[in-house]
């Protein structure tokens, strides 16, 4: 009996239950400030976070978010124009306004050229130090 009780608490909080945004409302006036970083090759790990980023854009709306992905250390791989479908997932987002943002010290370490990045890929000397300001600034710092 309590195993049915459970499973019907349960389903009555997935049907019910919604999110409850915090104030001021997400709007294109007040946009979610959302940062992501990609420190990792591994393409699981980059498209389950193209993917979370994908989700917050349905969620919210394109409209009212500001996001921007970091791309450091082994994470570089995920802007390389060498990675076609990752390439194709990226240019995507891009297309709603995503800001995609390579680290040039990790470029530099690892000898890549601007020309290899996928195109309108943006170039900061640090990305952690990117991902420091925005998070000064009030950004919210995702990590999937």
């Known amino acids: 009996m309590m195993k049915i009780f459970s499973l019907l608490l349960m389903l009555y909080c997935m049907v019910f239950a919604d999110t409850e945004f915090a104030k001021p409302l997400?709007?294109?006036?007040?946009?979610?400030?959302?940062?992501?970083?990609?420190?990792?090759?591994?393409?699981?790990?980059?498209?389950?976070?193209?993917s979370s980023a994908n989700n917050?854009?349905?969620?919210?709306?394109?409209?009212?978010?500001?996001?921007?992905?970091?791309?450091?250390?082994h994470g570089i791989e995920s802007l390389l124009k060498k990675n076609p479908d990752i390439?194709?997932?990226?240019?995507?987002?891009?297309?709603?306004?995503?800001?995609?943002?390579?680290?040039?010290?990790?470029?530099?370490?690892?000898?890549?050229?601007?020309?290899?990045?996928?195109?309108?890929?943006?170039?900061?000397?640090?990305?952690?130090v990117e991902v420091t300001e925005r998070v000064q600034d009030g950004w919210i710092y995702i990590v999937p």
């Open 26 to 50: 997400p709007s294109i006036e007040h946009p979610r400030k959302i940062i992501f970083s990609i420190k990792s090759a591994d393409h699981e790990a980059i498209n389950h976070l193209l």
């Open 56 to 73: 917050v854009l349905k969620f919210y709306g394109p409209e009212k978010v500001q996001m921007e992905i970091v791309a450091y250390y």
């Open 87 to 128: 390439a194709v997932r990226v240019q995507t987002l891009m297309q709603y306004d995503v800001d995609f943002v390579a680290c040039g010290n990790t470029m530099q370490t690892k000898h890549i050229e601007p020309n290899e990045l996928i195109d309108g890929a943006r170039i900061v000397t640090a990305g952690i």
